[in-house]
């Protein structure tokens, strides 16, 4: 007998080649319209939590029915929202989930912020980037009677706080300042820097010597230090903060090389959990 002719599926294909993306996705074992809808996740969160499409598709580098598609699917399913303006926005869904995960990261991250509270007797926390804003997500409380307090799940502006300065220095200066742009630099305490040009020259300051400080900018009398966490999945800070009479700059001294050593075992523990 003759052979039986292949259907068109079974038909041979050569080896055509694939895009980048593609290619990754398929080496990685991923599904690439996953790939490609946490890809537009991502653009809307950095630009703020909303987008329209023609920023998608100039950012993602993706056709705009493929994109349609996408965001079809995630407003059906509540991760994506289509504003009045037809723009998109990130959907009520992703709270339940980032809440979440700042949850399991909080409890992930507490022995080591344990152990800083050990080494320098003061309040230790977690913050991460959430849009233009920091949220703080995990905090180990100081022994003293006098301490810091930050109720975890707190957002501030991030040119006031010593985790938002040190999360915004490793960003290139044109993105620092298109974040606090769009959230204005309002003056919390007489020491807040509210100058673009002066915010840029501390950011400066930060990527030199490696930890940020809050000297009273969020809160008057409050003096922190922080780390951000290089490496890490996602941006995030450490930090120690105190009353300045116990938080003195010679404290500063001795606590940025052990805060800096925390943010390094915080990247290597995550990155190896990844």
Partial sequence: MGARPLSASETPQTDQPRPPEEAAARRSGGVQSLDRAFALLEIMAESGGEASLSQ??????????????????????????????????????????????????????????????EDLGETANLAMLDGDKVIYVAQVPSPHAMRMFTEVGRRVLPHSAGVGKALLSQLSDEEALATVRRTGMPAATERTITDPEAFLAELRRIRETGYAIDDGEQEVGVRCVAVPVKDAPSGMAVSVSGPEARVSWDFVDQAAPI????????????????
């Fill in 56 to 117: 998608l598709a100039d950012s993602s580098g993706l056709p705009l029915p493929t994109i349609h598609r996408i965001i079809r699917t995630l407003v059906g399913n509540g991760y994506v929202r289509q504003l009045p303006s037809r723009r998109y926005a990130l959907g009520p869904r992703l709270i339940g989930l980032g809440d979440k995960a700042a949850q399991m990261l909080g409890t992930w991250a507490r022995p080591h912020l344990a152990q800083l509270v």
């Fill in 259 to 274: 805060v800096r050593k925390c943010a390094r075992v915080l990247a290597t523990d995550l990155n190896n959990q990844s």
